[in-house]
């Protein structure tokens, strides 16, 4: 049971260039989320899924694309990087689609350092 | 909307020294509280939760009480070690129709030495 994975670690990137961050559970959870940290803010939430099929834009979607493949694999897409967009990303999932505390506990993958130069 | 707020670190201990981490929070509605913690080179990790008012919530020695008088969720340990050298998330969460979404506060990084 690996949990939530993410690949890759780290990646470089010239401004302008697109790349796609993959993440996968094997815990059979129902929501997925992307996030990015950045120094002293804390963790910003980019796009959330609730359910296969559904995607919902968080606090910071702009410049960013999402696409829930399947129940399992929840992916990110930056279509044009800026240098803005350098960060460290992380996936997460839980259990529940919102309404209970105790099944939506986030279970968080261990990040993509991203520098876009 | 909702905002999390927590001390700004780093904060630097001996090892066995009694941590505290403060932490705030304005919410619509009734909150849920967390405190994630983030050890070097890996993701995070739910270190505690609560979910209502005057909950206490507990793991690994760790403490954090629910206050909603003072909308407070402070983290406490009264020994810390040197494996407890690591950023420290506090975070809260509304259930919404759908969806289930953290937010963070700033992370505190505490150090601690032997």
């Known amino acids: 049971n690996a949990g939530v994975t993410q690949t890759p670690k780290f990646q470089v990137l010239k401004t302008g260039q697109s790349m796609t961050l993959q993440c996968a559970q094997d815990?059979?959870?129902?929501?997925m989320y992307w996030y990015r940290q950045d120094p002293g803010m804390g963790l910003r939430l980019i796009y959330y899924?609730?359910?296969?099929?559904?995607?919902d834009k968080g606090e910071v979607p702009n410049g960013y694309n999402v696409s829930r493949l399947n129940k399992r694999e929840f992916s990110l897409r930056l279509e044009s990087a800026a240098p803005s967009q350098t960060s460290v990303y992380f996936c997460?999932?839980?259990?529940?689609?919102?309404?209970?505390?105790?099944?939506?506990?986030?279970?968080f993958g261990p990040g993509t350092r991203l520098t876009v130069l | 909307g909702d905002s999390v707020t927590q001390m700004e670190g780093p904060v630097t201990l001996s090892e066995e020294a009694f941590l505290t981490i403060n932490c705030t929070y304005t919410?619509?509605?009734?909150?849920?509280l967390f405190w994630y913690v983030q050890y070097p080179g890996e993701g995070l990790q739910l270190l505690l939760k609560?979910?209502?008012?005057?909950d206490k919530g507990s793991n690994k020695g760790f403490e954090a009480t629910y206050r909603k008088e003072t909308t407070s969720f402070h983290l406490e340990k009264g020994s810390v070690q040197v494996s407890d050298s690591a950023v420290y998330f506090c975070?809260?969460?509304?259930?919404?129709?759908?969806?289930?979404?953290?937010?963070f506060g700033g992370g505190t990084r505490v150090l601690v030495k032997p």
């Open positions: 609560a979910t209502k008012a005057d």
């Open positions: 919410a619509t509605g009734y909150p849920s």
């Open positions: 899924s609730a359910s296969e099929g559904t995607t």
């Open positions: 975070a809260l969460t509304s259930l919404k129709a759908a969806g289930n979404k953290l937010t």
């Open positions: 997460a999932s839980s259990l529940g689609t919102g309404w209970s505390v105790t099944l939506d506990t986030q279970y």
């Open positions: 815990m059979n959870h129902n929501s």
